[in-house]
């Protein structure tokens, strides 16, 4: 370089024009002999416009900018952002302006800098996998999330709630704040996408690119992976942050939960294996729920996995009306347990890991419909997760026009893991005449007899299997999860009745629209 600056103030070798026109620089070969080497350089340029300073080379992605919010996605106007970031922010607070809306206004003035505050929970809220699966995180991992955000709104004037670039982490983090948005805004889940599915685009503030100060470095973003299900192998289904978001507001409008009602410690208490592994799929209009199978009596298996006795869950199951237990799997309690309490029982085998025949399926739909409005049904095959999750995905599709997608993300957003493998493509298969069979039947519940299902003939799961040892394999996995969740943390407390006390913290807002200010529905003084 330096052989190449001397020898070009050396030799007139090329013909200049006046500042700013365009100059041809002939192809010559130079010859320069320095004290150590001989240095030839040849030079072809052609039609290179000249300017006095040659302007910085920009790279989609890497350009870095004092702004902390550039290239974030704004979730509020001037109030809430997302961001992706390579490492963490130099300092939880930062004074600075937020990303101006018109390229020509004026700069603003240091006066007008606002404190921008900074949280992120990647390592608050974990997904505790079975196999290759990371999300999405489940819904009492949503409200503790929208508990905090409220929380910061409250507090400081501009957030940035941000996660890092890795993309379980990202897919989860995008989940959260499009979920809340759906919750407490009242956006539809393409509005609270909006922004988020243009990860490729130059960076501006309603993108999705980075911030990229100066402390953080810059990276390129690659599109959300889809949600993989609880298996070790290849998932050949797309589960996508959108149809949790349909599937949340889906149930929502079904009656499924509430949100000032929802009690999140007693959520976390029985999903624990310990205390019963179970979790609500609808708890107001419909009362549906998904547990493990319990077994003789209460045992702890050598992976760490604890069953529960019929006995464990009878005072539960009272208290909360369940009319009916529903089995799946083989046989491994008495079910006569749950009889003599008052609790009637089914049993509807099909093989671990399988779909069911159309026969088996309209039996257990037919069961389920026997129940009383006003009480519920309890599910159950040997993990709670595959057969169980696809005889209820079937019936709220039936009865509540579901889509498969939706059905599938929100119940694993009740219940990480439910469906698992072909039973996804099975529920997407069936969706259309599950459609058609709930709006011809229109049969009042509670009038039809249910088959007797003799549990002597009972086959055991090992029979034949669709995945063998699938239902094994995720209690095994689960068993891992709570040795590790124990090294973290202790159990919670339980509020074991409906009627506890309920968190006072979460109070649902309004937009008055996409851009406008969302206003407090229940607080006049509001966050925003």
């Given at each position: 370089?330096?052989?190449?600056?001397?020898?070009?103030?050396?030799?007139?070798?090329?013909?200049?024009?006046?500042?700013?026109?365009?100059?041809?620089?002939?192809?010559?070969?130079?010859?320069?002999?320095?004290?150590?080497?001989?240095?030839?350089?040849?030079?072809?340029?052609?039609?290179?416009?000249?300017?006095?300073?040659?302007?910085?080379?920009?790279?989609?992605?890497?350009?870095?900018s004092k702004n902390p919010l550039k290239g974030a996605v704004e979730v509020l106007p001037e109030r809430l952002y997302y961001a992706a970031l390579k490492t963490p922010p130099p300092s939880h607070n930062i004074l600075a302006s937020t990303p101006r809306r018109d390229a020509e206004a004026p700069k603003p003035e240091k006066k007008d800098k606002k404190q921008i505050h900074f949280?992120?929970?990647?390592?608050?809220?974990?997904?505790?996998?079975?196999?290759?699966?990371?999300?999405?995180?489940?819904?009492?991992?949503?409200?503790?999330?929208?508990?905090?955000?409220?929380?910061?709104?409250?507090?400081?004037?501009?957030?940035?709630?941000?996660?890092?670039?890795?993309?379980?982490?990202?897919?989860?983090?995008?989940?959260?704040?499009?979920?809340?948005?759906?919750?407490?805004?009242?956006?539809?889940?393409?509005?609270?996408?909006?922004?988020?599915?243009?990860?490729?685009?130059?960076?501006?503030?309603?993108?999705?690119?980075?911030?990229?100060?100066?402390?953080?470095?810059?990276?390129?973003?690659?599109?959300?992976?889809?949600?993989?299900?609880?298996?070790?192998?290849?998932?050949?289904?797309?589960?996508?942050?959108?149809?949790?978001?349909?599937?949340?507001?889906?149930?929502?409008?079904?009656?499924?939960?509430?949100?000032?009602?929802?009690?999140?410690?007693?959520?976390?208490?029985?999903?624990?294996?310990?205390n019963g592994d179970l979790n609500w799929i609808a708890r107001g209009t419909e009362k549906i729920l998904a547990f493990a199978g319990p077994s003789y009596e209460k045992n702890i298996s050598p992976e760490g996995y604890c069953t529960l006795a019929p006995a464990d869950y009878i005072p539960y199951f009272k208290k909360n009306q369940i009319d009916l237990v529903v089995r799946l799997n083989k046989k491994n309690y008495h079910e006569q347990d749950f009889e003599k309490a008052g609790i009637r029982h089914?049993?509807?085998?099909?093989?671990?890991?399988?779909?069911?025949?159309?026969?088996?399926?309209?039996?257990v739909l037919d069961s389920f419909e026997t129940v009383p409005r006003g009480k519920g049904f309890a599910v159950h095959c040997k993990a709670g997760l595959g057969r169980t999750g696809t005889?209820?995905?079937?019936?709220?599709?039936?009865?509540?026009?579901?889509?498969?997608?939706?059905?599938?993300?929100?119940?694993?957003?009740?219940?990480?893991?439910?469906?698992?493998g072909p039973q996804q493509h099975f529920l997407k298969q069936i969706e259309s005449r599950m459609w058609q069979e709930g709006s011809s039947s229109k049969i009042p519940r509670a009038i039809k007899d249910v088959p007797p299902m003799p549990s002597k003939n009972t086959l055991p799961d090992d029979a034949v299997t669709g995945r063998s040892g699938q239902g094994a394999s995720l209690l095994a996995a689960r068993g891992s999860r709570r040795s590790k969740a124990e090294m973290k943390a202790s159990i919670p407390t339980p509020p074991i009745t409906p009627d506890s006390e309920k968190r006072p913290d979460v109070v649902p807002v309004t937009p008055d629209s996409r851009g406008g200010t969302p206003k407090n529905s229940k607080n006049s003084s509001g966050w925003f």
């Amino acid at each position: 370089c330096l052989g190449a600056a001397v020898a070009l103030s050396s030799f007139s070798w090329a013909q200049k024009t006046t500042k700013g026109k365009k100059v041809t620089l002939r192809s010559t070969t130079l010859s320069f002999q320095p004290l150590l080497r001989r240095v030839v350089l040849r030079f072809t340029i052609i039609n290179i416009p000249y300017t006095n300073k040659m302007p910085a080379p920009k790279i989609a992605g890497t350009i870095r900018s004092k702004n902390p919010l550039k290239g974030a996605v704004e979730v509020l106007p001037e109030r809430l952002y997302y961001a992706a970031l390579k490492t963490p922010p130099p300092s939880h607070n930062i004074l600075a302006s937020t990303p101006r809306r018109d390229a020509e206004a004026p700069k603003p003035e240091k006066k007008d800098k606002k404190q921008i505050h900074f949280f992120n929970i990647d390592n608050e809220l974990v997904y505790w996998n079975f196999f290759l699966d990371f999300g999405p995180l489940n819904l009492g991992q949503l409200v503790r999330f929208s508990q905090k955000l409220n929380d910061k709104l409250k507090k400081f004037p501009v957030v940035c709630f941000y996660s890092s670039t890795q993309p379980a982490k990202r897919a989860n983090a995008v989940y959260l704040i499009c979920a809340w948005q759906v919750l407490y805004l009242q956006r539809s889940p393409e509005e609270a996408y909006r922004g988020f599915d243009e990860f490729l685009q130059s960076s501006v503030a309603s993108g999705s690119l980075p911030p990229v100060s100066e402390s953080q470095g810059a990276v390129t973003i690659e599109e959300l992976p889809p949600f993989h299900d609880a298996s070790p192998i290849a998932c050949t289904y797309d589960l996508t942050v959108v149809d949790c978001l349909k599937g949340i507001i889906k149930a929502r409008q079904c009656g499924f939960f509430d949100l000032d009602t929802f009690d999140v410690d007693e959520y976390e208490y029985f999903e624990q294996v310990e205390n019963g592994d179970l979790n609500w799929i609808a708890r107001g209009t419909e009362k549906i729920l998904a547990f493990a199978g319990p077994s003789y009596e209460k045992n702890i298996s050598p992976e760490g996995y604890c069953t529960l006795a019929p006995a464990d869950y009878i005072p539960y199951f009272k208290k909360n009306q369940i009319d009916l237990v529903v089995r799946l799997n083989k046989k491994n309690y008495h079910e006569q347990d749950f009889e003599k309490a008052g609790i009637r029982h089914v049993e509807h085998f099909y093989v671990d890991g399988s779909c069911p025949s159309m026969k088996i399926l309209h039996q257990v739909l037919d069961s389920f419909e026997t129940v009383p409005r006003g009480k519920g049904f309890a599910v159950h095959c040997k993990a709670g997760l595959g057969r169980t999750g696809t005889c209820i995905g079937a019936y709220l599709m039936k009865h509540y026009r579901f889509t498969a997608a939706e059905v599938i993300g929100w119940m694993r957003v009740c219940r990480p893991g439910c469906v698992i493998g072909p039973q996804q493509h099975f529920l997407k298969q069936i969706e259309s005449r599950m459609w058609q069979e709930g709006s011809s039947s229109k049969i009042p519940r509670a009038i039809k007899d249910v088959p007797p299902m003799p549990s002597k003939n009972t086959l055991p799961d090992d029979a034949v299997t669709g995945r063998s040892g699938q239902g094994a394999s995720l209690l095994a996995a689960r068993g891992s999860r709570r040795s590790k969740a124990e090294m973290k943390a202790s159990i919670p407390t339980p509020p074991i009745t409906p009627d506890s006390e309920k968190r006072p913290d979460v109070v649902p807002v309004t937009p008055d629209s996409r851009g406008g200010t969302p206003k407090n529905s229940k607080n006049s003084s509001g966050w925003f």
